[in-house]
Every structure is written in C-alpha cells, then in structure tokens.
C-alpha cells in the first residue's frame, strides 16, 4: 500500500519542525533582507512570507470546513486558481508592515498545527479535492514549508540534510504512487532510479538521481541545466 512508504514518520512532529525552522530565519532577518529574491520566481523573501501567512486562509477554511465562503470570497475578489490564490495572498500584504505580516502567519500556522494535531492522523479533513486524512495533508503541508524553507535559504545543518532529504523523499515517492504515476521510483546506493514507462509506442525514460535532485525534481526546483530528461522530469513533478 501506498501508506507503507510513510510508516514511521510523524507527520506532525515534521511540520511543527519545519515550521520552526522558518520562524527562527524570519526572526533574525534585518530590513535588507527581505527584499532578496527568492527561488520562486518574481517573488523576494518577504513574498514567500506573504504566501505562507496568505495560505492560512486555506489551512483554516479546510479546518472550520467553510471552503465555500472562502471560494465565494475569492470569486468576488476575481480570484481564480491556484496560482491566482498564491500570487493574491502577496499582493494584499505587500503593503503591510512585515512584522504584522510575520506575526500573521506566526499565529494562524500555530493555530493550524495545534488543531491537526489534536484531530490525529486519520481524522478527515475537507479540502479542495475532498476528504483527504489529516495525517497526509500535514505532510503535504511540511513538503511545502521545506521547500520554501529552501527557496528562502534556511540553512540546513550537515547532520540534518540526510534525514531531511529522505522523509521528503518518501512523501514524494507516497505523492506519485497515491496518483497512480506512470513513475517507478526504486532505491539504489546513493539516491533513486527513476523509470518512466514508455506511453504510446514511445520509449521508456530511465535516470539515476541523487535523494536531493529527486526531492528537488518532485518540488520543480531542478536547475534548467539538469541533464533530467524533460518528459520523466515533467512526471516527476508532484509536490509543486
């Protein structure tokens, strides 16, 4: 089953670490830094906060089940999608001073963390794509966190990055499998192998990656100049 990938990781005990990984960068940067580009494109360090402080509105409407007051209220703003949802977020506090922006996010992220901890892992939760375990949304969610984390610079200490880089790997191998990829992913020393299956006559593509060029595959964060095949890269993007 897919869930066996995930057997043995705490989901909330990980996003209440990641969590605070970013909380303890935001508090020691000064007024320059905020503005440094991130990896996403378009948007500064302080645009990430922004979408993180902005995507509580999910978390909670998700929690409080009133997803339709939030669709209704997005519609009457003229937003639409997802990425309409993420780029609003910024926008509206882009004139607001950080700190409350920062506090913002501080408080409802607490709030949101809490509540799915005190539901437990196997509670069902509304979502966008319908009742979803509490337990696998909060991965999701500390998938996200760790990649923004990344698009920002958090430092990652030598002794963390490899279990890091493994139970985000895991998530994301859970990720392919509960859609039903095309994607075989299989350990190998050193990293992954990669298969995709050939569709329509065509050929199968096959890659070796390291545990971090797959997680960063999986988030869409590959350098362009990766040599990653473009199709098996396409497929392998699922936490994005």
């Known amino acids: 089953m897919e869930s066996d990938i995930l057997s043995g990781l705490n989901p909330f005990d990980i996003f209440d670490r990641e969590a605070e990984r970013l909380d303890a960068f935001f508090a020691e940067l000064g007024p320059d830094d905020w503005d440094r580009p991130s990896r996403c494109a378009g948007w500064s360090v302080r645009d990430v906060l922004a979408h993180l402080a902005g995507a509580e509105l999910y978390n909670h409407a998700c929690l409080d089940d009133e997803l ?33 922006v920062l506090g913002e996010w501080r408080r409802q992220n607490g709030d949101t963390r809490r509540r799915m901890r005190e539901r437990g892992a196997d509670a069902m939760l509304p979502t966008m794509a319908g009742p979803y375990p509490v337990g ?32 985000r790997a895991r998530v994301a191998r859970f990720v392919l499998a509960e859609r039903g990829s095309p994607v075989r992913v299989e350990d190998v020393p050193g990293g992954v192998r990669v298969l995709l299956d050939g569709r329509a006559g065509g050929d199968a593509r096959e890659a070796r990656l390291s ?30």
């Open 68 to 100: 339709d007051v939030l669709f209704n209220r997005l519609a009457k703003e003229g937003v639409s999608g997802v990425d309409g949802f993420n780029q609003w977020c910024v926008d509206t506090r882009r004139g607001l001073p950080v700190a409350g």
């Open 136 to 167: 696998l949304q909060a991965f999701h969610y500390a998938s996200d966190y760790a990649a923004h984390a990344d698009d920002v610079g958090v430092p990652v200490a030598e002794g963390e990055e490899p279990a890091r880089s493994q139970w």
């Open 211 to 240: 545990t971090s060029d797959f997680v960063e595959a999986a988030v869409n964060r590959l350098p362009d100049e990766h040599p990653l095949d473009p199709e098996l890269r396409a497929a392998l993007v699922c936490l994005a």
